[in-house]
């Protein structure tokens, strides 16, 4: 059995539900939770400690996994709700909606949908009338799963009522817990390897573990070209690209292997990439790359536009892989990347104001900080030296604003690594100097 490492913000929160549904005088703060992450991340297992505490408690559940039965949903409610009633207060023809009214009649009821991601147009439009129907009643208690975020644009009362939770990867601390629960003992070496390799993706943990404790060795040219392998073939093709037809899945995983070098980036440096680095996937005109991102995330779910980023971006979970992959099997194609990135950017840093221009600087900063290739190594001091001065010949509003989005951006310190310090320093001068001026002035 996969081992449940704390998840402590997300059970918090469930578990305010819980003393709030048992609690008759307090109205649910959240009567809808959504899971939402990709697949490995931990979110059956999380849903699975609902349920737990569902049989601590003595409350009457409904589990419906509509990834295992997405056309029976409603026989699937109707069958449950029958354990906790009178034999002929309930019968199958009866509507979902019905079954369950009569359930909460006796008391709080929780209903559990996981992969609710996999349903198609009817029956998510089922499970959208259902909770509509039924989220009024103060008693109820709704957790759902899915790969990807739900709108339930057609309910807006559902939508109101909805929470969202993201999984992510695990950190550090967690990492340890995972791996000390999973079998045989593993080395602080190799520990090291599995969490730099893996980022904290609980599946690609699970694999890694699974392959060392076969015998194979991280350390070794042929127990990496191995470990690589599997963690392609069951995390990346029969989990990021299992909906993918095999025929199909060379092309979507060199797209999105080429979409996870950029943390962020739009339709024009998409295109750019492909005809630069992947021409195989070449489209006839610009126009038509404006429905690639929404064809891939469709196909994976792992590809969306971020608000907060202000362009596309690749799932970090799964794009820490990708990045791994390409790093070790084709190391002078990841660093022609990361190089022709930041050259993009730097362009691109010339040519807007304000926030765009502060994102592509620290994009610029990111991918020359990245291309460690033999031939740039030597020059880093001085290519980082000369991205920076960009930033601190800004008006001060622009570089304050950079100078908060650089103490947040722990992917960046981590790239810098070496050189931080004298990033830092460099920066802190210059914010230094800024608070002199100011205060004079």
């Known amino acids: 059995m996969e081992p449940f490492v704390n998840r402590k913000n997300e059970l918090q929160l469930i578990d305010v539900s819980f003393d709030a549904l048992l609690g008759k005088k307090r109205l649910l703060p959240t009567p809808i939770i959504e899971v939402q992450g990709v697949r490995g991340i931990g979110k059956t297992s999380l849903l699975r400690q609902v349920e737990q505490r569902c049989h601590d408690m003595q409350l009457p559940h409904i589990w419906v996994d509509v990834g295992q039965s997405p056309s029976n949903v409603t026989y699937e409610i109707i069958s449950q709700v029958k354990k906790y009633t009178q034999e002929d ?3 199958l023809g009866q509507s979902p909606v019905h079954a369950t009214k009569i359930l909460l009649k006796r008391g709080p009821v ?3 949908f996981d992969s609710v991601d996999t349903a198609d147009e009817e029956q998510l439009g089922m499970i959208e009338t259902l909770l509509r129907d039924l989220i009024g009643d103060e008693k109820l208690f709704v957790v759902l799963a899915s ?6 644009q057609q309910e807006r009362s559902v939508a109101r009522k909805l929470t969202t939770l ?4 695990l950190d550090r601390e967690n990492c340890e817990f995972y791996l000390n629960h999973l079998g045989s003992p593993i080395e602080p070496e190799i520990r090291n390897l599995i969490f730099e390799w893996t980022r904290g993706y609980p599946l690609a ?3 890694m573990a699974q392959a060392i404790n076969s015998g194979l060795d991280p350390r070794t040219q042929q127990g990496q070209k191995d470990i690589l392998s599997l963690l392609t073939d069951q995390v990346i093709n029969q989990n990021v690209l299992g909906k993918i037809k095999p025929q199909e899945r060379v092309r979507y995983f060199s797209a999105l292997q080429l979409f996870s070098v950029p943390r962020r980036f739009n339709l024009v440096i998409m295109q750019d990439l492909i005809e630069t680095f992947t021409p195989e996937l070449k489209r006839e005109s610009s126009l038509a790359y404006f429905s690639l991102p929404k064809e891939i995330n469709e196909a994976t779910d792992v590809l969306n536009w971020s608000m907060l980023r202000a362009g596309f971006c690749v799932d970090d979970t799964v794009r820490n892989l990708f990045l791994l992959l390409l790093r070790v099997e084709h190391p002078q194609r ?3 990347i990361h190089n022709f990135l930041a050259d993009t950017n730097q362009r691109l840093a010339k040519e807007f104001l304000g926030s765009d221009r502060v994102r592509y600087i620290r994009e610029y900063l990111y991918h020359t900080a990245s291309n460690t290739s033999s031939t740039n190594l030597p020059n880093l001091p001085n290519l980082l030296t000369q991205s920076i001065q960009m930033i601190l010949q800004e008006p001060p ?3 304050l604003q950079f100078l908060e989005e650089f103490l947040r951006d722990e992917e960046l310190k981590e790239a810098l690594g070496d050189q931080l310090v004298n990033i830092q320093s460099m920066i802190d001068k210059h914010a230094e100097k800024i608070n002199t001026d100011t205060l004079e002035g």
């Open 89 to 91: 207060e309930v019968v």
């Open 110 to 112: 929780v209903m559990i």
């Open 147 to 152: 790969k990807k975020a739900l709108s339930f």
């Open 166 to 169: 993201s999984l992510r990867p």
């Open 205 to 207: 943990m699970h694999v």
């Open 334 to 336: 990841y660093f022609a």
């Open 397 to 399: 509003e622009t570089f």
